[in-house]
């Protein structure tokens, strides 16, 4: 089992619908779980971060955790086609201190 | 801030020849880290520094890479000898202590050994 799962996509969704990304996780004592947008060619961004159960709201942009489940989601609300990216979830173990765990990432196409 | 700063951007070198990647991170951040990123194996750590120490290097693949840092503003990943599975963008980011503060990126370096 990987230690992050994602699904690689490509996920299509028409502009102005609801992009929903998912990711799983294997490590049960996760604490902090990290979106990244990362364009072709480009580096990794940070989104959002969240270390806490339930939704985090940054704009168009939503973060939920649910850890009994192990599962991290993004959504993006009103979805643009600069939103269009590869979407990388990342996690930090325990013990693993600054050390992060990306998953291999979903490309999202928003199709204007 | 100039954010985190690698060089070479591109990088092509024929298979054998030493190859040196350099990073210098954001002012205060206390931790460094060089990421490797292929299309088959994602984004794979490498090593990372806290305070300028190696903390994790068993992610460096063989004895032919070798990374320092010798002091808080600069770090370098040396591949010696270069061979043509190597390539693959090499990324350094560089994050502060604290609640699991995410990272910041450098632009990377894409490596091409022929």
């Known amino acids: 089992q990987k230690e992050v799962e994602q699904n690689s996509g490509p996920l299509s969704v028409p502009e102005g619908a609801i992009a929903s990304l998912n990711c799983t996780y294997s490590?049960?004592?996760?604490?902090?779980f990290f979106w990244y947008r990362q364009y072709s060619g480009k580096s990794p961004e940070l989104i959002m971060s969240?270390?806490?159960?339930g939704d985090k709201e940054d704009g168009r942009f939503t973060a939920q955790l649910n850890k009994a489940s192990q599962y991290v989601s993004l959504l993006i609300r009103d979805s643009q086609p600069s939103d269009s990216a590869t979407y990388l979830c990342a996690v930090i173990k325990p013990g693993g201190y600054q050390k992060v765990t990306f998953g291999t990432g979903t490309k999202l196409q928003v199709i204007p | 801030d100039a954010g985190v700063i690698q060089s070479p951007r591109h990088e092509v070198t024929e298979m054998g020849q030493e190859v040196t990647l350099r990073c210098k991170p954001i002012s205060g951040h206390d931790y460094l880290f060089w990421y490797r990123q292929t299309m088959m194996r994602g984004l794979e750590l490498l090593i990372y520094?806290?305070?300028?120490?190696?903390?994790?290097d068993s992610g460096m693949p063989e004895d032919r890479f070798s990374a320092k840092m010798p002091n808080a503003s600069f770090s370098t990943l040396k591949i010696q000898p270069s061979e043509p599975r190597d390539s693959a963008v090499y990324f350094c980011?560089?994050?502060?202590?604290?609640?699991?503060?995410?990272?910041?990126f450098g632009s990377g370096t894409r490596l091409t050994v022929v």
């Open positions: 980011a560089s994050s502060t202590t604290g609640a699991g503060y995410g990272y910041t």
């Open positions: 490590d049960r004592g996760s604490q902090s």
């Open positions: 520094f806290n305070n300028n120490v190696p903390i994790d």
């Open positions: 969240i270390y806490s159960n």
